[in-house]
């Protein structure tokens, strides 16, 4: 899949999200449906942080000076909510109330950070030339890495849509 592709995905997901969290009240982004899980908010906060991890590994993948030859992962179990996966503690939300601007605000920042670094790329196909180690899907093309963070987000965006659903 080549960058403007993901690039177009991102973009979709992530208006799809927005268009979600900005037709609900300040009540339902925070609710809770147990203390176990996220509020709509703490889901959306995880994945800012993700976004900015991610921007983190890839910048330093971009350092290498060697090319990968590692297979591209299929990356579409993310979308499977059936399979629970636990996310590092260094993504996981904290439990404060955000409000809805500042989370718009935040989700529109680390979106516009992450397309900075891709759109500043001399050639964007060093992204599949280059790894990072992931830390739950280990060896990882760059590529791979911008490309999870859509479906990333799609598997949110259901679950999103659970809690809605009630």
């Known amino acids: 899949m080549e960058l403007q592709e993901i690039n177009q995905k991102l973009k979709e997901t992530r208006d799809e999200l927005l268009g979600i969290v900005n037709r609900l009240s300040e009540d339902q982004l925070n609710k809770k449906n147990d203390s176990y899980s996220w509020s709509i908010s703490q889901i959306c906060q995880h994945l800012i942080k993700t976004e900015e991890l991610y921007i983190v590994a890839i910048r330093k993948g ?3 000076k060697e090319d990968s030859f590692i297979e ?3 990356l ?3 979308l499977d909510r059936s399979k629970k996966l636990e996310a590092p503690d260094m993504a996981k939300p904290i439990d404060e109330i955000l409000e809805k601007k500042e989370m718009v605000k935040k989700l529109n920042n680390s979106r516009e950070k992450l ?8 050639d964007p196909l060093v992204l599949s030339r280059r790894h990072f180690i992931h830390p739950v899907f280990k060896e990882m093309l760059l590529i791979e ?3 999870s963070l859509y479906l990333h987000e799609q598997r949110h965006i259901k ?3 659970e809690i809605i659903d009630g």
């Open 62 to 64: 971009l350092k290498s």
């Open 76 to 78: 579409e179990f993310l």
């Open 115 to 122: 397309n900075e670094l891709l759109n500043t790329l001399e």
């Open 159 to 161: 679950q999103i849509n």
């Open 72 to 74: 591209n992962k299929p």
């Open 145 to 147: 890495w911008v490309r």
